[in-house]
């Protein structure tokens, strides 16, 4: 199944075409279509994941010092499948060297005291180090000696999120066929999940850079159609453009840094091979530095991360189930991806093993602070969990800038998980008030709602990470590893920042949860007959709050006060999902992995609960200073502050946008009047003194006659030219042919 | 036979095409204009294929012919509507783009 | 003109070839007089008759050349096709049959100056360039089967682009030329 992956993403894209012929004929409006092709998809991926943990507890060939065997298989196209051997051997002897390098390079746990169970762990990674990703590709096309492969790559990264994918995808298939049920454009609605999956599937399973360029444009593309849904409403169709436009943005740093790569590894788009070539020093440090900064650029617009975040939020004019598929669960990791599978590039460019700061650490940090700001003044539901998902993931791009690579991307996973949960949660409650609106149309509904209310709050519990939900186990590895990986001493900011997020996230969750539970039914809610939705939108929810309790047993710390965990249970997600070749950057003796640390535990979730506590007392008990924003000038301004999103998209829309047009206008209209008017009107009174003086000496007929002349001498040479422009299209043709004769004339006079 | 008699034949026609398009006023008249000159390409690019051998001319000659066919399609159309809107096909009435 | 091209028929010094380079002949001055006539003519469907004439010489200058498959293609698609279009447009746009009204522009001057310019010039570049080169003596007819070989495989995108070119002119006509 390892190298047959590429049926999976070929399957949705067939159901997308299947759909858009023949969805709108079938009893279901297409949607058995999608569902059956996503459970398909969801059945392999599970298989792929199975195939992927069985290789790495029996490598298929054990690693000798002269390189590991890569089950490579390598098609070409019918005639030139000899020719392609060579290449594959040597793309393929590069990681086999580094991991020759790197077994001589040592311990992965330098913070760990000598414990047996470091020791262990260490040489089991050592060992499953050996693993090789699966890659398959044939060559897309050549072009001037440079051939471009298409292919799939399948390790621990791209089994998890083909596993993570397939599933949301699944749940949010089902919920949809209740939630958009009747909607003017069904078909076209279950059409573009479809495409948007298999888009996703292409992606994480794309073996080189262009090919995840392609992806990622598809994705992108998806998310545009799918936000535009109802773009018959305005703001719709509005932010389904921001969406598109500010993604372009990325794009372009996206492209600048796959094109930097291609040339500075020597013309390849390998992702193994550009990695490889990172870790080994091959490439300068400065081309990786100016790569790694146009790829952020890529995923700050993609995942959201401040300042490039705004259109992330406004995506949630979308349908509620593409909020919680494409904006919180899938898409919107492409970015983490992105890092996650180049982190050679990232790693070296940055110097993350080695600084105790760094960009990416920091953009991630300052995200997850102020995403969780925002979160705080919104009333629609949704934007609370959009800005909590900006948030997040600002947790995941400083946990892959601290060097916390497992940790990230394990919260990706359990995030992709509590989030998809909880969106679709708000998607149930509004379900039949066509409102988001918390604080006009919600409130008291855990009476009427009681599944929805229970798996929201166990979404809750994960996202604000609470033991033993999900979120603990990736939001506390996250945490250890800011402060315990870097240069010396850790990453004292991102740890003070990311626990301060634990305390915010509590909060707004706390907040949001007061006005949508608890309380008055207010407004729409209170008029309109609420009760439990049927089963295809809670069993959905219900499996997803399941896995958002257990989800965070996957990767259980066995080091530190939770050494008594037996090894066969412990870190099993990092075990099975960490890159185990040799082009991870794990050969590093700078890169290791945090351990539990009970004290930081306890801290972290104590203050999360803190912030729940404050949120609590404030809402439930009617504690604190409330009407501060009234009467307080700082904090209303800060209020304001936050109202407007930090002013960011006043300052897209009405100065950088408006800059091309209206501002450029004004500066050339206030150019033109006050300095060349004021030019003019100096030489004039200064001439008119001078005239004055001149009118008496010379003549005055003469000035006038030049004065006058001048002015004919215009209009006459406009009247001349405007004969020219006769409309006449055949005396245009007359002049195109003679000026072409004339241009050849020179050519033949020259040539000759 | 020297290549130059059909190059030169081919220029010729080409010219009368050209003094055809810009000293005619009927419509239709000029779109028969462009035929010749799209005729002349053709009898260019055959001779230089004869002259090589290759095939690729005489492939191109049809293809010129196939752009031709939707040329004269599009062109007549053109005409018709222009015939509807102005009731006449005199292009020198038609001169909208007059400054 | 014609006399010119005779002239150049006549100076081949490719004594076998003679019946060839008559044909040529003819078939030349048949053209040019056709085409001249083409631009000259007040009627506009006797216009239309000598492009039959110009289109079916270039057909016999195919034949001459080799390429018969294009000849009946030119006499197929051309003569076939468009001239009968060409007819129609005649007559839906109901032009007068007779001379009443001058169907040259006044400024045939200008269109004279410019293809005389056209004509000095391209004819000095081809003098220049192509001046004493032969055509193979043994011109053989191209098989028709190596045409089609380089239509479905060299140029099998090309040939498929030109299929989406008609269909598009086809719909392009229909909404340009439809009534409301």
């Known amino acids: 199944m390892l190298a047959h992956a590429w049926i999976i993403p070929l399957i949705p894209a067939l159901a997308f075409l299947l759909i858009l012929g023949i969805g709108k004929k079938l009893p279901r409006g297409g949607s058995e279509i999608g569902i059956a092709s996503v459970a398909i998809c969801f059945v392999l991926a599970l298989a792929v994941a199975a195939g992927w943990i069985g290789r790495v507890n029996n490598p298929p060939e054990a690693s000798g010092s002269h390189g590991a065997e890569v089950e490579h298989v390598d098609e070409g196209p019918a005639s030139g499948s000899e020719g392609e051997a060579e290449p594959a051997d040597e793309e393929h002897g590069a990681p086999a060297a580094g991991l020759a390098e790197g077994q001589t390079a040592a311990p992965l746990t330098p913070a760990a005291p000598a414990a047996p169970a470091a020791e262990e762990e260490g040489a089991e990674a050592e060992e499953h180090h050996a693993t090789d990703p699966v890659v398959r590709n044939i060559t897309w096309f050549q072009n001037g000696g440079v051939e471009i492969k298409v292919g799939t790559l399948v390790d621990g990264l791209s089994a998890v999120l083909l596993v993570v994918v397939t599933l949301i995808s699944l749940l949010v298939h089902v919920f949809s066929t209740d939630y958009v049920a009747g909607d003017r454009r069904y078909t076209h609605y279950f059409a573009f999940l479809s495409l948007f999956t298999s888009s996703m599937l292409f992606f994480v399973l794309a073996e080189n850079t262009l090919q995840m360029l392609v992806g990622w444009e598809l994705v992108g593309l998806c998310s545009f159609a799918l936000i535009g849904h109802w773009w018959e409403e305005k703001p719709n169709s509005d932010a389904a453009l921001k969406a598109f436009l500010t993604n372009r943005v990325g794009d372009v740093g996206l492209l600048c840094g796959v094109i930097i790569l291609y040339f500075a590894a020597g013309q390849t788009f390998d992702t193994v091979a550009i990695n490889t070539m990172a870790n080994e020093g091959e490439i300068r440090h400065f081309l990786l530095l100016v790569a790694s900064l146009s790829l952020l650029t890529a995923v700050m617009s993609k995942s959201g991360q401040f300042i490039l975040h705004t259109w992330l939020p406004d995506a949630m004019a979308g349908p509620t189930p593409v909020s919680a598929l494409i904006h919180a669960a899938t898409m919107v990791v492409a970015g983490v991806f992105l890092i996650a599978r180049l982190y050679g590039v990232f790693f070296n460019g940055l110097s993350i093993g080695t600084s105790n700061i760094n960009a990416m650490a920091l953009i991630g940090a300052v995200t997850l602070l102020f995403g969780a700001f925002l979160a705080f003044v919104q009333s629609d539901i949704k934007k609370v969990l959009a800005y909590s998902t900006v948030s997040q993931l600002g947790y995941m791009v400083m946990a892959l800038g601290v060097g916390a690579w497992t940790a990230a991307i394990f919260h990706l996973f359990t995030h992709a998980i509590f989030k998809a949960c909880l969106f679709l949660g708000s998607g149930s409650l509004a379900h039949h008030i066509h409102s988001f609106d918390m604080k006009k149309d919600m409130g008291g509904l855990r009476k009427v709602m009681p599944k929805t209310f229970w798996t929201f709050m166990i979404g809750t519990a994960a996202l604000v990470a609470i033991p033993p939900f999900a979120g603990f186990w990736s939001k506390d590895e996250i945490l250890a590893g800011a402060q315990q990986l870097g240069g010396d001493g850790g990453y004292p900011v991102m740890l003070v920042m990311g626990t301060l997020g634990a305390a915010c996230t509590g909060a707004y969750m706390t907040r949001a949860i007061w006005y949508v539970f608890f309380g008055e039914r207010r407004g729409a809610s209170a008029t309109h007959d609420m009760h439990e939705n049927g089963p295809r939108i809670t069993v959905p929810l219900i499996i997803l709050a399941g896995l958002a309790i257990v989800a965070g047993f996957t990767n259980v710390p066995d080091t530190g006060a939770l050494s008594w965990v037996p090894e066969d249970l412990a870190l099993r997600f990092e075990h099975f999902v960490e890159p185990t070749a040799g082009y991870f950057p794990g050969e590093l003796p700078s890169f290791s992995h945090p351990e539990f640390n009970i004290v930081l535990a306890l801290v972290s979730t104590l203050v999360g609960l803190a912030g729940v506590a404050g949120a609590y007392l404030w809402y439930w008990k009617g504690l604190g200073p409330h009407g501060l924003t009234e009467r307080n000038r700082f904090a209303r301004a800060g209020y304001r502050v936050l109202e407007n999103k930090y002013g960011l998209d006043i300052l897209y829309t009405d100065v950088i946008a408006g800059s091309t047009k209206g501002p450029i206008a004004r500066g050339v209209y206030w150019f033109n009047q006050n300095v060349i008017d004021g030019l003019v009107n100096l030489v004039g009174t200064s001439a008119r003194s001078a005239g004055t003086w001149v009118y008496q000496r010379i003549d005055q007929g003469v000035v006038d006659t030049v004065v006058n002349s001048s002015g004919s001498a215009a209009e006459g040479s406009g009247e001349v030219l405007r004969k020219a422009q006769t409309g006449k299209v055949q005396a245009y043709g007359a002049y195109l042919f003679l000026g072409a004769a004339v241009l050849a004339a020179i050519f033949v006079v020259i040539a000759s | ?99 | 003109m014609a006399g010119l091209l005779l002239a150049a028929a006549a100076n081949a010094d490719a004594p076998v070839l003679v019946a060839q380079n008559v044909a040529f002949g003819l078939i030349a001055a048949m053209m040019v007089f056709s085409a001249v006539r083409l631009v000259t003519t007040d009627n506009v469907v006797h216009a239309a008759a000598y492009l039959v004439m110009v289109l079916g010489g270039a057909a016999a200058q195919f034949i001459l050349l080799g390429a018969e498959f294009i000849a009946i293609t030119q006499v197929l698609v051309y003569i076939g096709a468009i001239v009968v279009l060409f007819l129609f447009g005649i007559m839906l746009t109901k032009a007068p049959m007779k001379g009443t009204e001058k169907l040259s522009r006044d400024n045939w001057l200008l269109g004279s100056l410019t293809s005389l310019v056209l004509l000095a010039l391209l004819g000095f570049a081809l003098l220049d360039g192509f001046g004493g080169d032969k055509l193979p003596a043994d011109l053989a007819p191209t098989d028709t089967r190596a045409v089609s070989d380089s239509i479905f495989g060299t140029y099998l995108v090309p040939f498929e682009v030109i299929s989406l070119l008609l269909l598009a002119a086809l719909i392009g006509a229909i909404v340009i030329a439809r009534r409301d």
Do not use: P, W
């Not at chain 2, 000659?61 to 053109?78: K, M």
């Open chain 2, 1 to 99: 036979m020297l290549l130059n008699q059909f190059l030169l034949l081919a220029a010729v026609l080409f010219c009368i095409g050209v003094y055809g398009v810009i000293s005619r006023r009927n419509g239709v008249l000029v779109l028969m204009s462009i035929e010749l000159i799209l005729n002349s390409v053709n009898i260019n690019l055959v001779a230089f294929s004869a002259m090589t051998g290759a095939v690729s001319g005489q492939v191109f000659a049809l293809f010129v012919i196939a752009v031709a066919a939707a040329e004269v399609g599009v062109g007549l159309a053109i005409v018709l509507a222009i015939f509807r809107t102005h009731r006449t096909v005199d292009l020198d009435d038609v001169d909208l783009m007059k400054g």
